[in-house]
């Protein structure tokens, strides 16, 4: 909303005694637009405002000519809020859960799917920063849950690092005012770049910036939304709280009078934690001025990311307190990552790579007779995995037996055949993203179909060897 709307809602509010300021009346207002019939009760409900103070804002709306009465926006209000608030929703384009599948997404919706091509050419994850890239359908539930929430239409939306590539989706909705994506990786930035220039994206900005250092001053004060998915530890959460609180816009000034403004919002990713650091984590959410509001367990899901189970939550965080952004905070050096503290805290860290092995008994030579197909479902496995294959080599044992051995991008595959003793050996080690291995050897089963089967793995690189663990194919 543009500077006047602001002072005119502030206004509205300190006559109305509402604590929740503008942002408050946004959200009335809101729930108006989408939920035209609802009694005081049922908007109340929906807004967290209490039935007095709900019934007084609709009166000061009324007495300011916004509305047409204290039950119902009118064609005005409709037509105010539209264009001062740029709602575009007159319903609830979510009624029901948003945990759908690809194929359930809303005919309205359908048009984002397209962000798929683009999701394929993201850079690929720097796990030296804690990066694991969301998986298409992650990136879609989190746009319909900003749009169910109200938090693009006409907002000015700040994202703290995107490797996802989330904002590419928020941006192809046409709904945001504003979008600035802040990050430290350039490859990122390049690749965001290129897609707003190839989509002609308008009002998104990119800026390469260490969130070690303070805020540029000019994106200070200035945010309605961050989305943040930070490095899993409780100082990297911290740091990223403490630029979320930099970059919302806490204080207006009118006829320079300082007015403070709550209610701004975050959307935090973050694994899932034991008890105690968990603990920690709302603790620190709490320190930096926020409320939680939602968590909805398990909804991010990535591509690798095993050190946090492929899964993270997503929590609805709320601005209750007015910061200076004159006092920026700067960065002690300290760890960061989760790399950084493993030698000095007992935390699972990620490792240098994984050792996937295993063993295949056929009823019968037959099938291992014929290279050809072999080596085939091979090729197969390692190409549906989207290991990328940099050279390989093959040879024919006489009188039985064959090897086929490929060098990948990220290490090494090999297969080794015994038709003697109907047997063959799996040998995968990938410097990648977890889920990739255990694809290529399920693409590998399925395309030998063994009599029995047994597949291991363990984590290379790790300052303690351990056992190989076995893997359910």
């Not at 384009?93 to 599948?101: E, H, L, R, T």
């Given at each position: ?101 690809l194929d359930e997404i809303p005919d309205e919706f359908l048009y984002l799917k397209q962000i798929e091509t683009h999701l394929k050419k993201r850079p690929k994850a720097e796990y030296a920063l804690d990066q694991s890239h969301a998986n298409l ?28 590539a989330t904002s590419i989706a928020v941006a192809l909705t046409g709904l945001a005012k504003e979008i600035t994506v802040l990050d430290v990786d350039e490859r990122i930035l390049d690749f965001l770049s290129n897609v707003i220039l190839h989509k ?115 929590y609805y965080l709320q601005s209750v307190m007015a910061t200076n952004t004159q006092l920026s905070y700067k960065y002690e050096s300290q760890p960061l990552y989760t790399s950084e503290l493993k030698n000095g805290r007992d935390l699972t860290f ?124």
């Open positions: 909303m543009n500077s006047e709307t602001e002072e005119l809602l502030i206004n509205i509010a300190n006559k109305a005694h509402l604590d929740e300021g503008i942002e408050g009346i946004r959200s009335i207002l809101l729930t108006m637009y989408r939920f035209p019939t609802l009694k005081n009760k049922k908007v109340s409900q929906k807004t967290g405002i209490a039935i007095p103070t709900l019934a007084a804002v609709r009166g000061e709306l009324v007495k300011a000519g916004l509305i047409a009465d204290k039950t119902f926006l009118g064609e005005k209000g409709k037509k105010w809020v539209m264009k001062n608030l740029n709602l575009t929703f007159d319903y609830d384009p979510f009624p029901n859960q948003i945990n759908f599948d359908m992650t990136v879609l539930k989190r746009t319909f849950y900003l749009i169910k929430k109200g938090e693009i239409e006409g907002r000015k939306i700040i994202f703290l690092g995107d490797d996802d002609s994206l308008k009002n998104f900005n990119v800026v390469h910036h260490d969130l070690k250092n303070p805020s540029p001053k000019d994106i200070q004060n200035n945010y309605d939304v961050v989305i943040m998915d930070p490095p899993y530890t409780n100082e990297g959460l911290r740091l990223f709280l403490k630029r979320a609180r930099e970059v919302l816009k806490s204080y207006i000034n009118i006829n320079g009078t300082l007015y403070p403004i709550i209610g701004k919002k975050c959307f935090l990713c973050f694994g899932n934690k034991p008890p105690n650091d968990t603990l920690n984590l709302q603790l620190s959410i709490l320190d930096h001025g926020f409320i939680l509001k939602e968590m909805l367990p398990n909804f991010n899901h990535y591509k690798g990311a095993s050190i946090i189970g492929q899964f993270s939550h997503l990620r490792p240098i790579g994984y050792h996937f092995t295993g063993e295949m008994r056929f009823k019968s030579k037959d099938l291992l007779m014929d290279n050809k197909f072999i080596f085939q479902a091979f090729l197969e496995s390692l190409n549906s995995a989207e290991l990328t294959i940099i050279d390989i080599y093959n040879h024919i044992y006489h009188p039985f037996g064959y090897s086929v051995v490929a060098i990948l991008e990220t290490s090494h595959a090999a297969l080794h055949t015994w038709p003697e003793h109907g047997y063959a050996s799996v040998d995968f080690f990938i410097c990648d993203e977890f889920p990739k291995g255990l694809k290529a050897l399920e693409i590998l089963k399925q395309k030998l179909n063994p009599k029995h089967a047994k597949f291991f793995y363990i984590e290379r690189g790790k300052e303690l060897t351990e056992n190989y663990n076995p893997i359910e194919i």
